[in-house]
Structure formats: structure tokens, C-alpha cells
């Protein structure tokens, strides 16, 4: 079984339960708190896009990738517990919630469609399995399962993945060109992850219609 930065997302959810709290007892939403983390993905992933091709601004806007991971990270594990624990559920929520994430994930990888050696197809391939593979995790539930988070390279995976580049960037580090298949295996390791999610996806909703045929012969 693959094993994924999403495992560790109980353990990080503990620590934020008292911010969560504080939040919740300031009338603050889940929605509002998702819409915010997509607004500000927008921005940051639009000014370093712009930094980029801009060569005059330099590389430090990449060093807003890393912060911005982390603290959006954080945010949508609070926008999360405030919708289960506090009852903000809504199926507005529930779309606003994988509709941003798709959104935002592609304005913070777009930056380094400006980056040698990757360029705007590497990166856009990236950017369209990532839908696909949110897509596949968000199907689960029309097929009769839970939402699907398998890996490997799930969307917290590939906020560590992109945030370390992003750094590295920023720090002046400099790429080979032999770094251009990075985009491609990260392609390919999100296309392991889309397959994971399908079959096992598949499985588990299979083998809940056989519980409930056996406990309808039962009864």
C-alpha cells in the first residue's frame, strides 16, 4: 500500500483543533474559510507565474510556494473540521471544496511552466492529471464508496513535491536539463494514484453491495 503525506493528516488535524475552535466560536464558515484559500492560491500562484516570465523580478516570489503550501495545507483541515465537527456541512460545501482545490492546485503549479527545463506542456500535463485524479477520488461516492485519497502523489504529496521545488528555485538552486523528467514521473506516479483509486474504489463499493446482498438473503 502506498504510503502518503495525507496519513499523516489526523496528527496535524489534533494540532489545529483549538485554532479550530477559536474560529468557529468567531461565526467564521467552512465555506468561507475554503473560498479565502482559493483567492489567495489565485494570487500567489498568479504573481509568481508573472514573476517568472518576468525575469527583472528575480526568484524570490518563489519562496512564496513553501509558505503558502503549508498554510493552505492548514486551511483546508480547518475548513474540514469546522463543516464535520461544528456543522457546516453543505453540499454547496461539498462542490466548493473539490471544485477550489482542482483551482487552486493548478494556479500553484503554473509558475513553473516558467521554469527551465519544464515548460507550459510538462507542466500542463501535471496540472490535468491532478484534476483527473481529484476527479477519480471525488467519483467515490456516486459509485457507492467513501471519497478516494489513495496515492502515491495525492494532493498533499504533491504540495511537498512542488513547495521543495519552489524553494529550491528561490534559493538560486539551478536544474540540469536531465531534471525535465520530473514533470513526466510526476505525471506518471499521479496516474498510479488515479488507477488506485478507480480499482479500489470499484472494490470497495463491490464488496458493500455484497454485505448488503447477504444481509438481505439473511433477514
Known amino acids: 500500500m502506498a504510503v502518503t503525506i495525507y496519513d499523516l493528516k489526523p496528527r496535524f488535524q489534533s494540532l489545529l483543533r483549538p485554532l479550530v475552535s477559536k474560529v468557529a466560536s468567531a461565526g467564521v464558515s467552512a465555506n468561507q474559510v475554503t473560498i479565502l484559500a482559493c483567492l489567495i492560491s ?5 504573481f509568481v507565474a508573472y514573476s517568472a516570465a518576468a525575469p527583472a523580478f528575480g526568484r524570490w516570489p518563489f519562496l512564496l510556494l513553501p509558505i503558502w503550501f503549508l498554510l493552505r495545507m492548514a486551511l483546508n483541515a480547518v475548513d474540514g473540521m ?14 466548493l471544496n473539490e471544485l477550489t482545490d482542482v483551482v487552486s492546485d493548478a494556479a500553484l503549479y503554473l509558475p513553473f511552466a516558467f521554469v527551465a527545463p ?4 510538462s507542466v500542463g500535463v501535471v496540472i490535468f492529471m491532478a484534476s483527473v485524479s481529484e476527479m477519480a477520488g471525488a467519483l467515490g461516492p456516486m459509485a457507492g464508496t467513501a471519497r478516494r485519497y489513495d496515492g502515491p502523489m495525492g494532493k498533499s504529496d504533491r504540495a511537498f513535491v512542488f513547495g521543495a521545488l519552489g524553494l529550491y528555485v528561490a534559493l538560486g538552486g539551478q536544474l540540469a536539463s536531465a531534471a525535465f523528467w520530473l514533470m513526466p514521473a510526476i505525471a506518471l506516479l499521479i496516474g498510479l494514484n488515479i ?9 470497495s463499493a ?8 447477504r444481509g438481505a438473503r439473511s433477514t
Do not use: C, I, M, N
Open 195 to 203: 488507477y488506485h483509486r478507480v480499482r479500489r474504489g470499484a472494490a
Open 118 to 121: 519544464f515548460g507550459p506542456y
Open 42 to 46: 489565485l494570487g500567489v500562484g498568479g
Open 206 to 213: 463491490d464488496a458493500s453491495k455484497g454485505s448488503s446482498r
Open 82 to 95: 469546522l463543516a464535520r465537527e461544528f456543522g457546516w456541512q453543505s453540499p454547496l460545501g461539498a462542490y
